[in-house]
């Protein structure tokens, strides 16, 4: 069974729709000089539905080519010109009220899903549609900031993606250093969390006591929707600094009992807020556990990365006059750029920064739920908080917006499920004893 | 890059969901008691996002288990428990009406949506999701055929399952003697035009002189869901024995000028209305293209289904009193189940046949388009009706339904476009000239 | 990395030279019609190796077209004319023993090989080169049944075929049924233990309480060399019946405790007396183990195939008179072909048969060695032979042969080396209590 | 069909052999220290057929582990242990010459083979057998410069490699950014010609108007044995820095219509003197026709890497006194690092080189063929010489070596036959009209 390359193919018959299978009349290239808006509305009619590939392709064309204003002009068409009517949303509702009939039901949920939702899909048809799409909506969530309106295009394009990267339609793939280059320089593009410095650390980071995972879906080949770098190790790691540095130690994987989640990385702006993150980590528990039955842990290695910027409003303005006090107290001493050098100096720190944080996991919201964001990732998927590690990422970056903190969320598969329905129903953050005596000792 | 094999890795999660992953307490062993609307209620509940894949599981194996009536009666409460209510349709729809605010074009589209359609996706998180949904409205038309009210469940499969079986999700893979078998066998169930006669004949069609494409989704591995089988010959053939015979003539392919798509068959009746039909055979025309510069002609070799049925309703009362008459004497010479043996019948029946067929491509409709399914699609899809065949099948289905005709549908791919403009807006039926006077000459 | 299609570019390279590359004048013309040995020649000539393939290709070509007498002349020619020269190796024998200079060791090696092993590794580069010597093979061994002089060119293709087809470079494969039928049709053909019945009882003996694995050879893409079928079962079977009958039961393979090797078969007659069967089956074992941890016994079930052979030649004439008797009253016995259906004679016969099978096993002898070709080649391997299966093949074949006994060979991997060693060293047939009783109380 | 990892096995049924099939006794325990010589004596008794991996696997570990004195006597042991015997050879040809009698036939074959070659392919068993033999040769090489006498080991090792790395069983494969990161590192390794600076050099050359091909073989997965690496150009390439340099200008590769091989590598020492490059220059040009049916040229552009060497032999003291005059004037003009920036100094080079050039090629022999390794090896490949570049390559490495000149050697498919005929037959050197009106010029 030999697959077909594909986009060959659809380039060829648009290609042929295009060139070769017709002669172009005069009318015809009268035809081509058509906006990207009478483009979409030909896609969306019967007749679009055959010639749909070289419709959807000279949209894509027309898109690549245009500037920023363009693209403006070109979202703010999508979202008044295939929009949905109210009006006929009300009347079908009425009709199909009043008669409680399947054609007035089809009528009623066609008129109320807007125009566009079908212009997407079926811009799927061009060569490489999905990948379009994706970077289409990149651009759009660029827009946005300026133009909410265009929210409720994103909306759509949400509702469509989040059908296609359904879970189910994702593959998880283990990748290293046999993997294909092509893939590979995306792991050092896509890596915010802990850069890469290149490929020898990337090699590093494959090497056999590392592991890494990343989902795929076949519409986007070689491309990573979002991956996750392991560490196999021997208890649980308190540090970034021994799992990445150029010179870390080598463990036979064999002896290892802790795999640490040290990085986990979404790859495509296009798909944000199409969440597979929480899958991807159980996925890979089950996969590590299979592979190495004697793990007896599984733990993320966490950044905190909005631990200054709270503690900065905290100093600012906290109801609370110890916490101001403590905080002012923490800036203050954080604000020497040569603190960790100073033994005095981090032994003032420790308590401070400890009590600030156990307040911070605990007590700073967002809604109902916790202000961190990778808390909130994490407690949600059901880890629980096990421990704050104090100067674990001494780095820039870790310092600037962690102060230096980094902490460990434990997925313990027995746990999993009741941990994260009592965050759903009670907002509750599971943490170890020892998280959670520091939090009551602060308070 | 290895691909970790996903279905026991779902599996694995969704045991350890159930099984490893915690300890069942009472409460919980009562909670398995639920029902299927329970569990589907739970899916579509918050909750439900992070351990969808065991309830998805749960939903599945419950559902395997039904028998014909409770899959009935589950279907119902997809009909009215995962409805949409219109009441807050129209409510919705008159808020945004006003306010045309985003939040409330969210709620409106949100609320014209029936609560099934999210659960359908929810579902595809089950080992082995999409197979099961497929399976799943494979039964539900079985149930529409008693139970109209259901049709409102199925469009909803139909707006999922078109979404997802785009055309730009589709693969397209030659099928050789070099396929895993456990795909050819597929082909041995899924052929119906031209039945197969077990493995041997299977790779009669394999051979160097034939070609056989399928279209595939990486969510069902290993299932083709429509193929085509193609014969390499030289001219346009008029008769299907030669082709598929057991000891029927081989050809160097290199010495063939034609491509005869004998057989193309969808493999799903669940996937029933989802088309790619048209696709397929414009992409194998492009792809034969390449492999084979000199192929000059593509034609289809099709039986005419309808024909004898129409035959009879028109000897039953037609109108035209000449029609009436041609077919009625056409009927008495086919009744004799010897005719094809029998020169002069078959000199009489000749031009009756070929007169009622050419009436019946250009005068019976369905609508405003032909009665015949198979010229309905061949001719939307820009074909053109090229060669009406006398005694092209003698088969017995091919003399019981299509009187032993057989028909060629050309694909021109210079014309194409054009035929299938012509088709959508006029109703147009593009035929050759021989076809065109045939039909003249009975007017 | 893509593979390119080597047999595509070496029939180009041969083209190329032949056809493109050059302008033929008629001094080439004529020298087209060179005979097979002056080709021969041609490509052992120092300019061979460069226009190698071309050389090797024609040659395999005139080869294809030789009739029976033209193949039998060609091996003569290869057996007299790219020989050694006895005198030519005395002399540089003599030369080097009294040099012991290196020159002198080459030119005494090289003249000491007959000038065909040059020749066999070059015709190597034709397209599909080793296919094409392994065929050749396969016919000098026909010829060599008359011609016993031909036996020299055997050794050398023997000597050469084993340096290629060294263990180290054979690849061992789980056959199944996602296998390519181009794969699979090969078992259908190579299978002579137990003959299969077709694509449907090939599906059977692939399903998932069956395993199938072969050896294959890079040079011999998609050809099994050598396979064996495996039973997944409960205790030690007995009879062949149960295992490749159509309706045999099916088992959770999970609950299998032994593995059943129920049929092994060599694929190519030019590759017979290289072995690697021994190997194959030792790999089977350590594979089986790993994917089935609570597999506790590996054996074979096998024939008896000379059994009656024997014990006719016992009837005839043995010196032992108990044992001449049991054999005439056996075979007198066994000439009644209803003779299973009868109680009363299967009560008479079990005794007789088992009796003269100890004695088979355990005396009759082929030089120091077991008389039955099955046994030597398991007993060599390490095997124990476990059991005798009265009434364990009923097939006509299996009475034919071996009065219906089948035998368990078991391969303890505890003991396979020490039981080897004492093969070897000692001709000890390591044997399970039961069996050596029966011998004694025979004895 | 799924590949058993076959490293995995055979480590396994080593590990079997060893640990796990038997319980050590003491005398198996003492056995364990046996020396290596003992164990390849094993290793070619009767029984190491059969436990053939386990000791080919002792006897790696125990090479892997020896010092560089003791692979010395390691190598002298195969010199003198595993040897032939003269005398015996003597009586086996005298003997044969007598009888002409297959047995004796078989004998004297058998005396005639030094016992180190069956020994060699038996090592062949052990987990990555060929890798570990392949390294072996390269260590014997080292010590081969001090010890002529092991040129015998090494003559049966060229002698077995030979055979198994035949032209016949090498793959030829393509090497692009989509190859796994692990082959390609090696490309980075072994690249001497034209050193690699680092990932991102690498990228360039494997981009879309670049090709590279390696050849493979089967039993050395992921290691390519020699690899090619081509640019796609428009005419005759002159100069190596356009090719290679960080900032070259891309080519469309449609508009190509040159293929230039500007560097091939050898990549194994072990494997030196065992020659595909011929094969491989000529399979590739096959290939890229095939691609890219527009190319009208295949050139290399070479390094004339002894130039320099062969001119300072000329200055101390050729015969010709134009000729030793000319290298004189060349030897001190190049003496100063800074010639290439001095116009005056490069018009006054230019014609002394060019004709220096012309007398190297044509002139300066090693026995009867070119001194120039290069043009050895082109030459007898069926090239011509086509063009000698001045100012061909300014790297520190061309200017030391070649003086700075690059040579095409180029590949006429039509010419190439004829070409490499006249160079073994009478040492004629095929070149372009311009370069021997060059040597004339200077003659």
């Known amino acids: 069974m030999r697959l077909v390359k594909l986009n060959r ?13 017709r002669q172009k009349s005069t009318e015809e290239a009268e035809a081509e000089e058509r ?22 392709r000279k949209i894509a064309t027309a898109y690549a080519a245009m500037r920023v204003e363009e693209q403006s002009e070109f979202f703010h068409n999508l979202r008044h010109e295939f929009h949905l009517d109210p009006e006929e949303v009300v009347q079908a509702a009425e009709n199909y009220k009043a008669s409680r009939d399947d054609k007035d039901l089809r009528a009623l949920v066609s008129a109320a899903e807007p125009r566009r939702q079908e212009l997407i899909r079926r811009l799927n048809m061009a060569p490489n549609g999905t990948a379009f799409l994706v970077g289409m909506r990149r651009d759009l969530l660029g827009h946005l900031e300026e133009n909410s309106e265009l929210e409720a295009v994103d909306d759509d394009f949400v509702h469509i993606l989040s059908s296609w990267f359904n879970r189910g339609f994702l593959t998880l793939e283990r990748i290293d250093w046999n993997t294909p280059a092509s893939v590979l320089e995306k792991l050092i593009e896509y890596e915010t969390v802990h850069a890469m410095r290149g490929w020898d650390d990337l090699r590093r980071r494959l090497s056999d006591d590392r592991r890494c995972f990343a989902f795929f879906h076949s519409a986007l080949p070689g491309e990573p929707l979002i991956f996750v770098e392991v560490a196999l190790v021997q208890g649980l790691s308190a540090q970034i600094d021994p799992i990445i540095a150029d010179d870390r130690e080598h463990l036979n994987p064999d002896e290892a009992d802790t795999a640490i989640f040290y990085s986990i990385n979404a790859c495509h702006k296009g798909l944000s807020g199409i969440s597979f993150g929480d899958f991807l980590i159980k996925q890979v528990v089950v996969e590590l556990k299979q592979e190495l039955p004697q793990l007896e842990a599984f733990s993320t290695l966490s950044p905190v990365p909005r631990f200054i910027r709270w503690t900065e409003a905290m100093a600012r303005g906290s109801d609370e006059q110890v916490l101001k006090e403590a905080a002012v107290e923490a800036l203050e001493l954080l604000s020497d750029p040569h603190w960790p050098d100073d033994e005095n ?29 990778v808390a909130r990732f994490h407690l949600r998927n ?14 820039d970056k870790g310092v600037d917006q962690s102060a230096g903190l980094m902490v460990n969320y434990l997925y313990d598969p027995k746990d999993i499920e009741t941990n994260h329905e009592r965050y759903i129903k009670n907002h509750h953050i599971a943490a170890a004893a020892n998280v959670t005596a520091l939090a009551e000792q602060g308070a």
Chains 1, 2, 3, 4 share one sequence.
């Open 345 to 373: 100096v981090r032994q003032r720190l420790e308590p401070l920064i400890m009590q600030l944080a156990a307040h911070y996991f605990f007590n700073a919201k967002r809604g109902v739920y916790p202000y961190d964001p």
């Open 382 to 395: 059901g880890a629980r908080l096990e421990r704050i590690n104090w100067l674990g990422d001494l780095s």
């Open 9 to 21: 193919v659809i380039n060829s018959i648009a290609d042929a729709g295009l060139v070769l299978w």
């Open 35 to 56: 906006t990207p808006v009478e483009l979409c509305n030909e896609l969306l009619s019967t007749q679009g539905e055959a010639s749909g590939t070289a419709i959807a």
